[in-house]
């Protein structure tokens, strides 16, 4: 890890905020790299999403890991996780993998009203 980089303990999240979601935290003179303490049993990403004052109808992307997943994806500690906007430029969207994960849902992946169809 770089010098950058914050330091990670057991019960944290390493987090990155890209794109058109970064001036959302740099103007509140936010970091837009930081570790987040998590609960022992995780988070949604689009509940830690909103804890940064991020908002989840804006994430087409989280990264966790190095593998992208639509935002109501499961978050652990000790996870590496990144937060990807709508507004990335059509060839990466395809090539990362987000135009997919776009299309996944937070209330589905919480269990919520359209998770059981």
């Known amino acids: 890890m770089g010098t950058d980089s914050p330091r990670v303990s057991a019960s944290t999240v390493t987090v990155r905020i890209f794109g058109s979601l970064r001036p959302l935290r740099t103007a509140r ?3 837009h790299t930081l570790s987040v303490e998590v609960p022992q049993g995780g988070i949604a990403a689009c509940d830690l999403a909103v804890s940064l004052g991020l908002p989840p109808a804006r994430i087409e992307g989280v990264f966790v890991n190095h593998v992208v997943h ?15 906007p709508f507004d990335t430029p059509g060839p990466h969207r395809v090539f990362l993998g987000l135009y997919d994960a776009g299309r996944e849902e937070c209330d589905a992946a919480q269990g919520g ?4 169809g």
């Open 113 to 116: 009203p359209d998770a059981n």
């Open 29 to 31: 003179g936010l970091p």
């Open 70 to 84: 639509g935002n109501g994806v499961h978050v652990s500690p000790g996870d590496r996780v990144a937060f990807v």
